[in-house]
């Protein structure tokens, strides 16, 4: 007779038990050994034969966007503080750049606060010397420049008239450019009581920033008053405007930032706002009327803050999000009537849902008028009215005496040689060809981001 074997215990017990069971030899009458054996033979048969089974589940990454936000001067500085509460779960970092040392009083430690240009301006605001800023923020450049290295958006706000907002903004954004970094700059006009010479600074500044960055939004305080009663204290009027723009700031982050039905991505914004020089119209509305959809469309064309219009834009991009109960025709409806604006502009639009949004719908919206574009478009325009012209004088045989002038070697008829017209006008003609080329490259590609339903056949 076999000598028996006796299982000891393990700590692990299950383990040990399965282990020893399957190691050890066949009690007569038992079935335990052979049940385990069958088991485990099941399952390494299953595993070859279903390879899926061994898959686990993928854990979706979001790819997190480096977006710098910098307020400049008081001003900047001032806005910097409800940004940072409205959009600080956004992965976004904050920082305030001034040549006053009393920023990281008046700020205290919920921001990094980086001073520049000491020698020059000696620890001290700049007033209204918008030179001294800039040689302040010159003094410090390639400091400056390692804020903005690395980035992946740089978002700069700036009060503009003053001196730092009006005089050292501009460098800034200059040294974006020169990183090739996407930026969005929203800058606030002065009131039309601080004084004409102020205004004439914030203009100018305007100007350049705009040669510089990728997006730029101005508002003009003046239209504060649409919005809040003149009565208002001064302080609560410029904290209202503080939140509008935190608020619209926020609602992008979220859109390009999170997942959503039919998705718009930092990609998407960085195709609106490939070039320089480009103005925005920013729109944003909600509502949860009865008539929802028309309420929505007042709101979002009809922003005071935001200038601009948005008619004029050549590249749109909006999300319209809601609750489970958003339909399709609604969704259709809207951004039917946005596309109207301009139905030579490219269209990027993304869906998205929200509990939170339960019977409402909200709609943001970005337009961005480039003026390269806008002045290439006229002279498409210009050249097609001409086609048309020359078309309709030969029906009316209104052409036969510039036809026979060109044949006799005269561009009128009177003997004249037309040979440094031709020359002057071959070089603009050049210029139109490769505008209408690219033109219709640019048609050609936009037809797949308007969505089917607004695809004209």
């Known amino acids: 007779m076999k000598k028996q074997v006796k299982i000891k215990k ?265 070039d320089r020089n480009n103005e925005m119209f920013l729109g944003q509305a909600t509502s949860m009327a009865p008539n929802r959809v028309e309420e929505i469309l007042k709101q979002l064309f009809s922003n005071p803050i935001f200038g601009g219009s948005p008619k004029k834009a050549n590249r749109i991009l909006f999300n319209i999000s809601g609750g489970k109960d958003l339909k399709l025709k609604e969704v259709e409806v809207l951004s039917s009537e946005i596309a109207n604006l301009n139905t030579r502009a490219k269209i990027i639009f993304g869906v998205s849902e929200n509990q939170k949004l339960a019977g409402k719908i909200k709609v943001v919206l970005i337009a961005v008028s480039s003026a390269q574009q806008i002045e290439e478009q006229k002279i498409v325009e210009k050249r097609k009215n001409r086609k048309l012209f020359k078309g309709k004088a030969k029906k009316n045989g209104k052409g036969k005496a510039g036809e026979n002038g060109i044949k006799n070697g005269n561009s009128n008829g009177n003997g004249k040689d037309d040979s440094e017209e031709k020359k002057r006008k071959s070089g603009l003609k050049a210029k139109e060809d490769k505008i209408e080329e690219e033109e219709q490259e640019w048609e050609s590609e936009a037809t797949w981001e308007v969505p089917a339903f607004l695809r004209k056949p």
């Open 10 to 274: 393990t700590k692990k017990i299950k383990t040990g038990l399965k282990k020893t069971l399957k190691n050890a030899p066949l009690k007569e009458g038992s079935v335990l050994p052979l049940k385990e054996k069958a088991l485990e033979e099941g399952k390494k048969a299953e595993k070859k034969d279903s390879p899926g089974l061994n898959l686990k589940p993928t854990k979706l990454i979001m790819p997190k966007i480096k977006t710098k936000v910098v307020g400049i001067g008081f001003g900047g500085s001032s806005m910097l503080l409800e940004l940072k509460q409205r959009i600080s779960g956004a992965g976004a970092s904050f920082v305030a750049l001034d040549t006053d040392e009393k920023i990281a009083k008046r700020i205290g430690r919920k921001v990094k606060t980086i001073l520049f240009g000491q020698q020059t301006a000696q620890g001290l605001g700049t007033g209204m010397d918008c030179e001294l800023a800039r040689k302040a923020a010159l003094e410090d450049k390639e400091k400056l420049r390692k804020i903005f290295q690395g980035q992946d958006l740089i978002i700069f706000i700036a009060a503009l008239g003053g001196g730092v907002g009006s005089g050292a903004s501009p460098i800034f954004a200059e040294l974006v450019k020169e990183e090739k970094t996407l930026s969005l700059g929203f800058f606030t006009m002065p009131f039309e009581f601080e004084g004409e010479k102020k205004m004439k600074m914030a203009k100018k500044a305007a100007l350049k920033l705009k040669e510089s960055l990728s997006g730029v939004v101005i508002a003009e305080n003046e239209k504060i008053f649409q919005l809040v009663d003149r009565k208002t204290p001064l302080k609560k009027a410029l904290a209202f405007l503080d939140g509008v723009f935190a608020a619209w700031l926020s609602e992008i982050m979220d859109v390009i930032l999170k997942p959503s039905l039919i998705n718009i991505d930092f990609a998407d914004l960085r195709t609106i706002l490939k």
